[in-house]
């Protein structure tokens, strides 16, 4: 047996991966303390399976991962390998040569390997313990183990002896060898109980047994006859079965020709309904231009009345405009012959006055006594011219106002004539819209009859559309029983 190698890789201080190569001869791990010396150590305890973590310098499995420094962060995984050289066949497996691998996680797994295949930890002990390399061999001697072993008591000696020799591992299969063979003893007792049990039963299954035969015998005896009765009954089934397919096919039929006189019905339910839709909306229409010529009939009945006491009130007008043109015509003729005897009476003062201008140069000397009378006949000229002046403005203004009043005369004569002509022709249009009114209410008393003609034919399609349901109501009951017969007879 010759130990290789050994590679730690995040293994306790081992951060990066480290490669121990053990030469021929003496090889020997120098250093200063706590350079790692012991953890390289217990780094082949750990591989070789050790699982107590106190003899590891240790509490759990974390304590064996690199927990980081300031310059480095700490692993996740610890890893270590030995490598044996087994060209001589120490070890009972095929290879020249072994490396046996333990990893750690910080989740608490382990997983051990055998030259990179994966093993279980008992594969690895039994492999060690063939070898000599069991846990407890002291193949690794650390500090005290020395003494530790020289005050060992008697029996730990003798086990510690065992296992240097080698035969832990049959003294473990003799154990378990044991305990096998105290499981199959428990087993034979438990199946001869068993056993004791089921004997006295074995009578009764004997009787059992041949009332079992029986019944196959007679189940095949009724099994024939079945098959006879069952055949019996199958072709009168049959037989039933194609009459009731025959009914159920003619009841189809039927109720095939049922559907598309329903169908025919809703349809000229439908149409009927429809109609009657259409005969509510135009009677409706018809109800809404009857409403309207109504209000228009109102209005010009209204209008009428406004222009017929319009046309009062300017007759009345007219009789006090005639009665007014009369006063002023009659004022104007007593203003005309007026002004006639002031022109008269002019002419005469204008006579007058040429005979004393006349006179005037005989009798200058009566100038002076006539002086008075010729300036009071100037005065009364000028008071006489001045009345004529105001007479003529005045008779302007009554020849003005009485052309005024013509005019007005003519225009209320022109609106009367066209107020005559309105009211003429609102009375046509009142009389055309009674007979349209007279017509429209004809007209709707006809779409009543006719709707009260739809409302009973409506009621008989209702009833008649009631009736059919219900005899489709009992259609479907009576297929749906010949259904529930045919999958009966089925």
């Not at 591992?169 to 096998?180: C, E, F, G, H, N």
């Not at 049922?258 to 000229?268: E, G, I, K, W, Y």
């Not at 007026?338 to 007058?352: D, F, P, S």
């Not at 009566?366 to 005045?394: F, K, P």
Request: aromatic share 4%.
């Amino acid at each position: 047996m010759r130990l290789k190698r050994l590679e730690l890789q995040g293994y306790k201080t081992f951060a990066s991966r480290t490669d121990f190569a053990f030469d021929d001869g003496i090889t020997a791990i120098i250093g200063p303390n706590g350079s790692g010396k012991s953890n390289c150590a217990d780094a082949i305890r750990w591989v070789l399976g050790e699982q107590s973590y106190r003899v590891l310098r240790g509490k759990s499995t974390e304590d064996m991962i690199f927990a980081g420094s300031a310059q480095r962060a700490r692993l996740g995984m610890a890893s270590a390998s030995l490598t044996f050289d087994n060209s001589d066949g120490w070890l009972p497996v095929d290879f020249g040569e072994v490396t046996l691998t333990r990893r750690a996680y910080r989740s608490g797994e382990n997983e051990y390997l055998l030259n990179g295949s994966r093993v279980r930890l008992r594969d690895v002990n039994e492999l060690l313990a063939k070898s000599g390399l069991a846990r407890r061999t002291y193949t690794v001697i650390g500090q005290g183990l020395v003494d530790a072993v020289l005050s060992l008591r008697p029996d730990e000696r003798r086990t510690l002896f065992e296992e240097a020799a080698g035969i832990t591992l049959y003294q473990s299969k003799r154990a378990d060898a044991l305990a096998r063979l105290d499981e199959t003893h428990t087993n034979l007792l438990r199946i001869n109980d068993i056993v004791n049990e089921i004997v006295p039963l074995l009578r009764r299954l004997e009787r059992e047994a041949e009332r079992a035969g029986r019944h196959a015998m007679l189940s095949q005896e009724l099994d024939g006859l079945l098959r006879t009765w069952y055949g019996y009954r199958w072709h009168h089934e049959h037989l039933e079965l194609r009459r009731t397919r025959d009914a159920l096919a003619r009841r189809q039929d039927l109720l095939t020709r049922r559907r598309a006189a329903l169908d025919a019905l809703d349809l000229r339910m439908a149409e009927l309904r429809t109609r009657h839709g259409e005969l509510r909306k135009q009677l409706a229409g018809w109800r809404q231009e009857g409403s309207d010529l109504q209000r228009q009939r109102e209005e010009v009945l209204r209008n009428l009345a406004v222009w017929q006491e319009r046309t009062r009130l300017l007759a009345g007008q007219v009789v006090e405009l005639d009665g007014e043109t009369a006063a002023i015509e009659s004022q104007a003729t007593s203003m005309a012959e007026r002004i006639v005897l002031t022109e008269k009476e002019v002419g005469e003062c204008q006579a007058a006055l040429q005979d004393r201008e006349a006179q005037m140069g005989q009798a200058q000397g009566e100038l002076d006594a006539l002086e008075g009378r010729r300036t009071d006949l100037a005065r009364r000229l000028a008071n006489a011219q001045a009345r004529v002046l105001d007479l003529g403005s005045q008779a302007s203004d009554a020849r003005n106002r009485l052309c005024q009043i013509d005019e007005r005369c003519g225009t209320l004569a022109g609106e009367r004539t066209a107020h005559e002509a309105a009211v003429a022709n609102h009375e046509a249009q009142a009389a055309d819209l009674d007979r349209q009114i007279e017509a429209l209410a004809a007209k709707q008393a006809q779409l009543q009859v006719e709707e009260k003609a739809l409302a009973v034919e409506g009621s008989r399609l209702e009833a008649s559309l009631v009736e059919t349901r219900s005899r489709q109501a009992e259609l479907r009951t009576a297929l749906g029983e010949a259904h529930r017969q045919t999958e009966r007879l089925q």
